[in-house]
Every structure is written in C-alpha cells, then in structure tokens.
C-alpha cells in the first residue's frame, strides 16, 4: 500500500479513538511504563542559537519568563496597586516570650476597605541584628498555626470540601494549631528564623469561580463580569502576587533582613512559590514541598497527576492557554525545570515524599537536576549529584533535593532540612 495512503487511514481510524482519549488520558504510576521524551533546552534561545554566557542567560532568562506568562500562569497585570501595609497588633511576649509577633494588615486593592490579607509575624526575641526569615502560604488560615487564641480566625472562605463558604471556622473542624505539624514555629524561631504566613483564601478562594470574591475580580476593571482572555493570570499568579506584597511589607521590618528571605509552599502553593520566586528576583530562596505537576515536576514525564487532569480539575490555577496542551504536552514550550532554572543563580530546594507518586517524586528530582547547567553557567555548583538519592538522604549544592518516607504533606523532617539549607547558603 500506498504508505501516505496507509497512514491517512490510520489516521481515520485513530481519529475517533483520539477524540474519546480527550476526556479519559490514563494516569500512570508504573516507572517502567514511562514512554521518553525529550525536554526543551533553557539553554539554547527559541531561535536555536545557544547560550553562551551570563549575559545570554539574562536574555534568554526573559524568553523563557515570558513563554510561562502566555502559556501557564498568564501574565500579572501591569500597574497594580501597592498600598503601605498597616501592623494591627504586637505582642512582644509572644509563645512564652520566645518571639515578638505582628499581625499585619497587607491591602491589595486601592480602595479602603477593599480587599486585603493578613499576615502573621514572628521573629525571635533576642537577636542582635536582622534575622532573615520564610514566608509561605497557609492552606486553612493563619490560627491554624499555633493555640495562640489572640490571632483571629481566617475570614470569609475556608476549605470545607474546598467549595463552600463557612463562617463559623472552629466548628468545621478548622481549630486552632490543627495545622500546626507543618509548621514548627518555635523550632524555626530557635534556628534564628523568622516567619512570616498569609491565608491563601484572603487572596483567592481556592475553587473555579473563586476569582470574583478575590484578587483577580477586584482588580479587574469589569470585575465579576469579566471573562478570562487565553494568557491572563490564574489563581497561582494571583497568590505568587500576593507573597511579592508581604515581601515588600518585610521590607520595612528592621528586625527582618529582608535580603535573605526564603519563599515556601507546600503542593499547589508550592508551585506558587516557584511561581514567586521566578517573577521576583527579591525572595533570595525558593522551596517547593511536593509541587508536583504545574510545580517541580517535568510536565512530559508520563506518571503522577497530568496536564490534563491538573486543568480539568483546577482549571482556575492556570491560564487559559495551559488547556491548550492538555492532548499535546510536548508542544509546551517549556518544562519544569526551566520554572526552577528562572529562580538561578538563587538557591532552590525541591522535595518530594516517597509514597506522594501523584507528584511524581523523580519527576520533581529530575526537573531540578536538569536546571543544573544553567546554575553551573552562573558558576554556581546546583544539584551536584547524578542520580536520585536515596531515601531520606539530603543532597544538593545551589539546588537542593530530599525524598523522605511518607505521604503528601509539609513535615517537621522537611523543615529541618529547608532549615540547613538556609544555613548552608548564607553561610549562618
Ligand atoms: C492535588 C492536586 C495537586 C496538588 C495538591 C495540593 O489534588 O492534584 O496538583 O496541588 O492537590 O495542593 O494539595
């Protein structure tokens, strides 16, 4: 036969298959079943020509950034207000005396009264210059922290099957410390840390239609009635926004060195971390706990959660434009790697948990080793080691990587380590 003849009717044949494959692509879990691929180079330009130096970087640095405002998280818009934040309260005694702690007012819109989110302060009593510090997003609200009863219950939405609106939090089940494993407050604050988290939901609530009670609906200029053009900002824009705004608050706190600041987030808000630190050169650390798919881990690798499905069941976190690739990821103009190759020659810690597959833990650890040259470019050693480590077994240079044991979640052993990490980079 023909053999352009054979493969139009191949092509009729698949044709159906091909379309019903639309709503049903398979996730798979099975290491041995994950077809190659090919990644995108971050360091040859879009028109083939390589780079060659940091100057080029620099260059090629901007494409890159672009190619993931039109294609993933869509662009921020220009010109968006930035208002003074205002500290509400200070207990300078605060968790027995260990810490001073703010409750910070952070506006995000122009008018008084309009929308903004509150952000909890803590920086150790004692120290003799400015600390650096983390800031990162919390997913229930900022009482879930610590028993502290003086910090208010986060307001308006919260999670409760991630779709309704509560406003009594305490009796959904949304008490006081109950996230408080994920963040040990008082082990940061002995390292000499301090720390800085926000509500996610006082930026966006976390659902499909969320945007018209938050950032993006109040900044634009047809509020709720707008419709979304292909590359306009998602929801993770919209909250990797909201971190440059605490940033630029920690600016102005004398006891926080404001240059050494590490951005964190846990699974989504750990792509918006990566996200953050991509967009603003300022945050001088970048970890992302468990990103998974639209974080760390490479989006052509075949196993854990899919462009795909992320869409189909997120579609608020990304721009319209990413969908296009839901059938077609190799037509991305980008991978994961080149997200975390945005935040070089700053130190970035990727972690995985070894039963979180739905993240794709040696995605996540091969995204990060594959950002490695644009680092070495730089002169900066990055992820130093060739294979996946172990088990509990730390590694890394400018990059950072562990897998430890256990499920998908933000743990005491991962903050140790972000916590040596910051050590070993500003050399504490
Ligand atoms: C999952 C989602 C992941 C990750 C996670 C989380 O349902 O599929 O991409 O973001 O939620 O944020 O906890």
């Not at 044949?13 to 994950?34: F, Y």
């Amino acid at each position: 036969m023909n053999p352009r003849l054979g493969i139009a009717l191949l092509g009729v044949i698949l044709l159906p298959l091909s379309h019903s494959a639309a709503d049903t692509i398979p996730i798979n879990q099975d290491e041995s079943k994950v077809p190659s691929y090919t990644l995108p180079d971050p360091l040859v330009f879009a028109d083939g020509t390589p780079v060659k130096d940091a100057a080029g970087w620099t260059r090629r640095r901007a494409e890159i950034l672009e190619l993931y405002r039109s294609h993933v998280y869509g662009h921020t818009p220009k010109g968006l207000p930035r208002k003074k934040a205002t500290v509400v309260s200070v207990d300078a005694h605060a968790l027995g005396g260990l810490a001073t702690r703010k409750l910070i007012r952070v506006p995000l819109t122009k008018d008084a009264g309009g929308l903004s989110m509150e952000m909890l302060l803590y920086v150790p009593n004692g120290a003799t210059k400015s600390v650096p510090a983390f800031v990162g997003y919390n997913f229930n609200g900022n009482h879930t922290l610590t028993a502290d009863p003086q910090i208010p219950l986060a307001r308006g939405w919260v999670p409760n099957d991630r779709e309704s609106d509560i406003t009594n939090h305490v009796a959904n089940g949304h008490s006081r410390d109950k996230d408080s494993s994920a963040w040990p407050v008082e082990r940061i604050l002995s390292r000499g840390y301090a720390l800085a988290t926000i509500y996610y939901g006082d930026v966006e609530p976390d659902f499909d239609g969320g945007w018209r009670q938050g950032l993006r609906g109040a900044v634009a200029k047809d509020g709720t009635n707008h419709v979304f053009a292909a590359e306009e900002w998602g929801a993770i824009g919209a909250w990797a926004w909201g971190l440059s705004r605490a940033l630029d608050h920690l600016e102005s706190e004398a006891a926080v060195d404001a240059r050494h600041v590490a951005v964190i987030g846990h699974s989504r808000l750990g792509k918006t971390s990566l996200w953050a630190g991509a967009q603003d050169t300022r945050f001088a650390l970048v970890i992302a706990n468990e990103s998974g798919e639209g974080g760390a881990a490479l989006a052509r690798r075949w196993f854990g959660e899919t462009v795909w499905r992320i869409n189909t069941s997120f579609p608020h976190w990304f721009c319209g434009r990413y969908k296009d690739y839901n059938q077609n990821v190799p037509a991305l103009p980008v991978d994961q790697h080149e997200l975390i190759a945005l935040s070089a020659p700053r130190p970035v810690y990727v972690a995985s948990a070894e039963e979180d597959l739905w993240a794709d833990p040696r995605g996540e650890f091969l995204a990060t080793k594959h950002a490695e040259p644009v680092y070495q470019l730089l002169g900066k050693p990055g992820l130093g080691v060739t294979d996946m480590p172990p088990v509990g077994t730390p590694v890394g240079g400018t990059l950072g990587y562990h897998i430890r044991t256990g499920k998908h979640a933000l743990t005491a052993y991962d903050w140790e380590q972000y916590l040596n990490f910051a050590d070993r980079q500003w050399k504490r």
